[in-house]
């Protein structure tokens, strides 16, 4: 665990940029991941074993080399701390006019209201805090909705009966929520001291879970019939005593809510005969975990939805208000900002004895005017001799992380010059690890700096076109991961500027191309007169509705994906394609472009099919490619092994886990660069593949085959052809 500075957030449309007046710890979640953090490999799996089974899933089908080298990249990915602050707003993003400069806001939400001088929250987990409530108060918000978000799940009505188990902070709010609704609290804790605190702030009743005597207790309190819900606050991932003793305390047909960290291996026997109902609470309500009501532009409108993340966060601040809830007696310590690295040590430590409550961190102001864009970490790279390609990176996302900076830590000739990532905290830590010079959260940056000569774009697809144009302006070579554009003004719009600047590269991440494999074979097909028929199967695996791939930011797995084997298409038959004709596979659980299959019509005569599904088998290869024509046939199986037969004579190629091309696309682009050489691939190329995707999207939308020719003239009329 470390405390460092990094850049300053950058200000997003449908958010905010604040510096934060106060933040708060919550002493059980928060000890839970710093614990979590400390373990070895070995205690992570033994403590997830979901995940493990997710690892030796993909081992089974990438290999076990490739499965290890990403399993430990995402080990290695830092988590801020913390998820409920009160702050002062800096900037207002388009589309956040619920608040102005200036205010005081109230945030909420995992690595947005974290413990930080300043941070950027979306517009619908921060809420304007009213005046007659406090700092300190307004900074338990996050936390207050969490626990008013599971009481909204009990369905408490005046008169009832609910027993809380585990008082910690979350409980202790519970209790008075529960006790300004009508309901009779019963408290639970192991120990007294938070079950006395309880009673303080308005617990009717209150008894020691590992008690003996607890359950005659709440049987005499209830008339002999049991409380009729349970809310679980306790942390006890290892354990399913917390259920074990809901299903003894509460009333038949009752309710279980566990909000709380614990196994969910229920008594089903206990269940079964008082016809339990168990509810999980997702946090602080809906909206929580969706990226489109998070970072979009999309919040639930309230005859649907009435009570959302945005609506829990303004209910708790006006019970704080009007006095329904009090902070003061959750509060157990007030540090500093500059003390919370030891503070957090004694809370790992244990030595505060499991009496911590509520921690209040006061921040000293000013941030705003100290931070910078930029945040300088290895200067000693500076004028390193002999020639380099310097790189800068725009995007720090997951696959960045795993895929693209090892890569490229392994290749020579580059000078890591920057990364720019919106959050900053991976862009620091990346920039860090892979020796880069700054971290920055404005991209513009990179393409100011003149010893950047190179700029490597990974961010959501719905950047990638712009970014590309504009770095492509600066003066930049570039290398854009897939795709290139999302519709036809964008890729215009590329081509347009990349045909102005020719002595600048411009590659598509579109790396299957340059897979060793697929070089064996394009060895062995070069020059063969007649032209060839090519399938590829894709078993891409299913991609939750939900996914930011589906939504306006990815483009949907067309784009996503699709493109790659268009691509390969090309680069396997030397052809570029003229005509597609795409189906989908009428399933109501899959979206359109999960499962489709397109036939594709080659300039050369050669034909061509991909069948790309999401309905198959985790454990069976993703990746198939056979290609046949002229008295040969030859195949790839997930770009590890390679065949090539002919003449009844077979030769074959064989990898210890799959290579998909990243470093052989990487190198390829660096060479190019320094050697001034031509474009691995050319413009046209990369032209017909978008061209194509795009023809594929609008064959499914009509049924029809589509040429690549209607999709320029649909795109722009006067548009010079592919």
């Known amino acids: ?145 969490i626990a008013l978000h599971a009481v909204r799940t009990c369905e408490v009505t005046i008169g009832e009966r609910v027993a809380v188990v585990g008082v910690g902070i979350l409980g202790l709010m519970a209790v008075q929520m529960l006790r300004a609704s009508g309901a009779t609290v019963i408290a639970l804790d192991i120990d007294p001291g938070k079950t006395a605190k309880a009673l303080e702030i308005g617990a009717r009743f209150g008894f020691e879970c590992d008690d003996p005597a607890t359950l005659s207790c709440i049987r005499d309190v209830t008339d002999g019939r049991g409380v009729d819900a349970v809310l679980i606050f306790a942390s006890a991932p290892n354990s399913g005593a917390p259920l074990a003793q809901a299903a003894e305390i509460v009333a038949e047909r009752g309710r279980v809510v566990a909000p709380g960290f614990v196994r969910l291996d229920a008594p089903r026997k206990a269940f079964y005969e ?50 329904s809830v009090r902070i003061d007696p959750l509060v157990s310590d007030r540090i500093s900002f500059d003390d919370i690295l030891p503070f957090y040590e004694k809370l790992a430590s244990g030595k505060d004895g499991g009496s911590t409550l509520g921690v209040v961190v006061r921040y000293p102001g000013g941030a705003a005017q100290r931070s910078r864009p930029t945040r300088r970490l290895a200067a000693r790279i500076e004028g390193v001799e002999g020639r380099r390609v310097g790189v800068g990176v725009i995007g720090s996302g997951l696959f960045t992380r795993t895929t693209m900076l090892p890569v490229m830590n392994k290749l020579g000739g580059v000078l890591p010059r920057a990364i720019a990532c919106r959050g900053g905290l991976h862009s620091y830590f990346s920039a860090r690890k892979y020796d880069f010079a700054y971290a920055t959260t404005d ?168 069948l790309y599904t999401g309905a198959g088998d985790k454990g069976y290869s993703r990746e198939r490619v056979e290609v046949h024509g002229n008295g040969c046939s030859a195949e790839i199986e997930s770009f590890r092994v390679a065949r090539f037969v002919a003449s009844g004579r077979s030769k074959s190629k064989r990898l210890l886990s799959p290579d998909y091309g990243h470093a052989g696309e990487l190198r390829a682009f660096l060479e190019a660069i320094a050697g001034g050489g031509p474009a691995p691939v050319t413009l046209e190329e990369y032209a017909a593949t978008t061209w194509a995707t795009l023809a594929v999207e609008q064959s499914l939308a009509t049924g029809q085959p589509v040429t690549l020719d209607e999709m320029v003239a649909t795109a722009a009329p006067s548009a010079e052809s592919h």
């Open 1 to 145: 665990m470390e405390q460092v500075e990094l850049p300053r957030p950058a200000l997003r449309p449908n958010g905010v940029v604040a510096e934060t007046r106060c933040s708060v710890i919550s002493p059980g979640t928060e000890r839970w991941l710093t614990d979590m953090a400390r373990k070895s490999l070995l205690g992570k799996a033994l403590a997830r074993p979901d995940l493990v089974r997710q690892v030796l899933d993909k081992a089974r089908v990438e290999g076990v080399v490739s499965a290890f080298n990403v399993s430990k990249q995402r080990l290695d990915t830092p988590t801020p701390l913390g998820y409920s602050v009160v702050g002062t707003v800096l900037e207002v993003g388009s589309g956040s006019s619920h608040v102005s400069v200036g205010q005081r806001i109230a945030g909420t939400g995992p690595g947005y209201a974290n413990h930080a001088e300043i941070n950027y929250i979306p517009r619908t987990m921060c809420v304007p805090v009213p005046d007659e409530v406090e700092d300190e108060h307004a900074a338990f918000a996050g936390l207050g909705s």
């Open 274 to 323: 008082k016809e339990v109902a168990l509810y999980v609470p997702r946090a602080a309500g809906p909206g929580m975990y969706d990226e489109s009501f998070e970072v979009g532009d999309r919040p639930y409108p309230v005859s649907h939805v009435r009570w959302s993340v945005t609506r829990n966060l303004e209910a708790f601040l006006g019970m704080l208000a009007d006095g």
């Open 443 to 610: 991209y513009r940056v990179l393409l100011d700096d003149p010893e950047i000569d190179a700029v490597l774009i990974t961010t959501k697809h719905d950047q990638h076109a712009k970014l590309a144009v504009e770095a492509l302006a600066a003066g930049k070579h570039v290398l854009v991961e897939k795709p290139l554009a999302l519709s036809g003004d964008e890729l215009l719009e590329v081509l347009s500027v990349a045909r102005e600047r020719p002595d600048q590269l411009l590659m598509v991440g579109f790396n299957r191309r340059f897979a060793p494999t697929v070089a064996f074979l394009q060895e062995r097909l070069r020059g063969l007169p007649e032209p060839l028929a090519i399938q590829i199967r894709v078993n891409a695996g299913y991609v939750p509705r939900d996914s930011w791939v589906h939504g306006p930011s990815g483009g949907g797995r067309i784009h996503s994906e699709v493109c790659h084997y268009l691509d390969l298409i090309q680069a396997l038959s030397g052809s570029l394609p003229m005509r597609v004709h795409a189906e989908s596979l009428r399933v109501s659980s899959y979206l359109e472009s999960d499962n489709v299959a397109i036939n594709v019509a080659l300039e050369d005569g050669g034909i061509a099919s991909i």
